[in-house]
């Protein structure tokens, strides 16, 4: 079992930044971990995953712009956070983190897993960005 906690949502305006952290618990210290977000009436999107070696690979729309970052890789307890810089109205949705206990992951810039590869999630936080 694994459980994640998101913090650090709100309202900021155009060309702000937010800090997002994940607090993730549980029996593995083996994982992959991602930050994804919804908007109603779309899909889940991936912005951002690292594994235990701390790669990195980010969503075309947001590179350059987010940071995803870990505390603790390869330890039962851990905080991801999701540093976003320059926010745009369009960042605006609900954004939840994700981990993949399950698969020997090696996240290769560029790619990012979908949904259906996460097992277990966080209950999310809402990130609103004025113009």
């Known amino acids: 079992q694994m459980q994640l906690v998101e913090s650090g949502g709100g309202s900021v305006q155009s060309g702000g930044s937010l800090s997002l952290s994940c607090s993730v618990s549980?029996?593995?210290?083996?994982?992959?971990l991602a930050w994804f977000r919804q908007v109603p009436g779309k899909e889940r999107e991936a912005v951002a995953a690292?594994?235990?070696?701390?790669?990195?690979?980010?969503?075309d729309n947001v590179k350059g712009r987010f940071t995803i970052s870990q505390d603790n890789a390869k330890s039962a307890k851990n905080t991801l956070y999701l540093q976003m810089n320059s926010l745009k109205p369009e960042d605006t949705a609900m954004y939840y983190c994700?981990?993949?206990?399950?698969?020997?992951?090696?996240?290769?810039?560029?790619?990012?897993?979908?949904?259906?590869?996460?097992?277990?999630w966080g209950q999310g936080t809402q990130v609103t960005v004025s113009s």
């Open positions: 690292i594994d235990t070696d701390d790669n990195t690979s980010y969503a």
């Open positions: 549980g029996t593995y210290d083996s994982y992959c």
């Open positions: 994700a981990a993949d206990p399950f698969t020997v992951c090696s996240v290769i810039p560029g790619e990012l897993r979908a949904e259906y590869e996460y097992n277990y």
